[in-house]
C-alpha cells in the first residue's frame, strides 16, 4: 500500500542510504520535501509555452518526409534544384539544407528516398 507512492518510495530509499533507525524522521521528511517539490517543478514546466524545433523528426525520417510527394527515380540535380533549399535535421538539432547534406554524394539517380538516404550515410 505505502509502497506505491512515490514520496514514500523516496523515503524508504533515503532510508536504506542512511540506514539507521533515528534517521527515520529525516528521511521521511526528505522524501516528503523531494516529492513536494518535484511536483512544484513539475507543474510549473506544463504550464510553460514549449518551442518546438524544427519538425521533430530527424534521420532517415527526415529524409522521407522532405521527399514526400517526389515522384521517383530523381537524379541527383534534379533533387537539388527541387529540394536543395528544404531544411531538415538529419543528425537531431543541427538543421541543415539538403544540398548542402548531398554535397559529397555523386551524381546518380535514386529510385527512392531510401536510395537517397544510404548515399549520404555512405558519403558523409
Known amino acids: 500500500m505505502f509502497g506505491r507512492h512515490k514520496k514514500v518510495k523516496k523515503g524508504i530509499f533515503t ?18 520535501l523531494t516529492g513536494g517539490l518535484y511536483k512544484i517543478f513539475s507543474a510549473s514546466k506544463k504550464g510553460a509555452p514549449h518551442k518546438a524545433m524544427g519538425s521533430g523528426a530527424y534521420g532517415a525520417v ?18 537539388m534544384e527541387r529540394y536543395g533549399k528544404k531544411e531538415v535535421e538529419y543528425y537531431r538539432g543541427q538543421p541543415k539544407k539538403i544540398s548542402d547534406l548531398l554535397a559529397n554524394i555523386p551524381d546518380e ?16
Open 109 to 124: 539517380t535514386f529510385n527512392s528516398t531510401v536510395d537517397v538516404e544510404h548515399a549520404f550515410r555512405e558519403y558523409s
Open 62 to 79: 527526415a529524409i522521407a518526409k522532405a521527399f514526400k510527394g517526389a515522384d521517383f527515380p530523381l537524379s541527383k540535380q534534379e533533387i
Open 15 to 32: 532510508v536504506l542510504l542512511l540506514s539507521g533507525a533515528k534517521n527515520l524522521t529525516r528521511a521521511v521528511l526528505v522524501g516528503l
